[in-house]
């Protein structure tokens, strides 16, 4: 059984920054990709960004480029959100998950296993 825990969120000013983590216990996480979404309240879960197994590939949503850093070690089973910069409408619970290998890498239905969330709330 895969289990992800996501941690770090919180409340932060606009413009300021935060360090998600999601840490991942059972044995399959190193040789799987690993996707960040974050939903708000009344809106679709919407995909935030994805890193390869090995960290060499990640993808962005538009919103994220140049802000966000998304990164993972693989001896602690963790994998990380850096938020900078952020805005008020980024405020959401924050989620990790594991990425199924197949189908689009934007898709949230594409993943596997979903941690519970962490709230980010970013005040004006």
């Known amino acids: 059984q895969v289990q992800l825990v996501e941690s770090g969120g919180g409340l932060v000013q606009a413009g300021g920054s935060l360090r998600l983590s999601c840490a991942a216990s059972?044995?399959?996480?190193?040789?799987?990709?690993m996707g960040w979404f974050r939903q708000a309240p009344g809106k679709e879960r919407a995909f935030v960004a994805w890193?390869?197994?090995?960290?060499?590939?990640?993808l962005y949503a538009d919103s994220a480029k140049g802000r966000f850093t998304i990164s993972r070690d693989n001896g602690k089973n963790t994998v990380y959100l850096q938020m900078n910069s952020l805005k008020p409408e980024e405020t959401a619970g924050y989620y990790c998950a594991r990425w199924s290998g197949t189908g689009s890498e934007y898709d949230p239905s594409t993943y596997e296993y979903w941690g519970q969330g962490t709230q980010v709330t970013v005040s004006s």
């Open positions: 059972g044995r399959i996480f190193s040789g799987y990709a």
């Open positions: 890193i390869m197994w090995s960290g060499t590939n990640t």
